[in-house]
């Protein structure tokens, strides 16, 4: 699950932790603030200037734990996520670096509260949201990661709330496939390019023995750069094989030849294996 959930966060994080985040205080005992409901929108932690040399000294901090994690050096990261911390207290992406590379170790026990964390500390923040609600959905807490997602996606300073939607649905397609359905529909109004969840809608429509409409979805995602790769090629490949259109069979299988010859796919095609 690790590198599942690395995979779906990473690129949420490029944003999140190099971006400033506006001090929301630190670690606190007693109650604690309610992490969805009532919380104020705000704007992206990148969209907010660094308001003071702790905050930019935490945000340094922050970017060479990225670049480190990135690089397979978590310990050295998760030195940068407290030197952060330490920094600035109120510095929301330092408590997010430190979850992220705690999942990433498989120590979701201590990835849990330093998310926890990061939410508290900025509890309108987008990009914090959906991270949240990414793990939790990662956890098997299908319901409270949804409701962050959702929060990420209705914030109307949100830049990108394509994903946030997509991983609303990536949330709900083992548990709700009609949820996950209009979630990834949700992201493609949202962003009619994001490829992801154009191949999610196709697979869908594939299993419900929608095939037009299949073939509706993996086109357009094939018009984009991102679609251009042997896994959506050879799903465009199956569903023209299950409406018989053989012509177009044949020009996708030249395609997985020219550009993919040394993929599983490429091999699928050879053996004829399109189910």
């Not at 997010?96 to 705690?102: C, D, E, F």
């Not at 849990?112 to 987008?126: K, L």
């Amino acid at each position: 699950m690790n590198r599942v959930l690395t995979r779906n966060l990473l690129p949420v994080f490029l944003s999140v932790l190099i971006g400033a985040c506006a001090s929301g205080g630190g670690v606190t005992g007693g109650a604690q603030a309610p992490l969805t409901g009532g919380a104020e929108p705000q704007r992206a932690s990148a969209d907010t200037p660094v308001a003071s040399p702790a905050q930019r000294s935490a945000r340094v901090h922050v970017e060479l734990g990225t670049a480190y994690m990135q690089s397979g050096r978590n310990g050295v990261a998760l030195d940068e996520a407290r030197a952060a911390i330490a920094s600035d207290p109120g510095y929301a992406p330092g408590y997010a670096l430190m979850g992220l590379v705690y999942a990433d170790q498989e120590q979701y026990a201590l990835a849990g509260p330093a998310f926890e964390q990061a939410a508290r500390t900025a509890p309108g923040d987008p990009e914090i949201a959906n991270a949240h609600g990414w793990f939790l959905c990662s956890q098997g807490r299908v319901d409270e990661g949804l409701a962050r997602l959702e929060q990420a996606a209705r914030n109307p300073y949100y830049a990108t709330p394509t994903r946030a939607w997509t991983n609303a649905g990536l949330c709900l397609a083992r548990k709700d496939e009609p949820g996950a359905e209009s979630r990834f529909e949700r992201a493609v109004q949202a962003d009619a390019t994001n490829v992801q969840a154009l191949v999610y809608l196709a697979q869908i429509a594939q299993k419900r023995g929608h095939d037009l409409r299949a073939k509706q979805w993996v086109d357009q995602a094939l018009k984009y750069p991102q679609g251009n790769n042997a896994a959506v090629i050879w799903l465009a490949a199956r569903i023209e094989q299950r409406l018989g259109n053989r012509g177009s069979v044949q020009e996708l299988g030249a395609r997985l030849r020219r550009d993919f010859p040394g993929s599983n796919e490429y091999q699928y095609f050879i053996q004829g294996k399109f189910e």
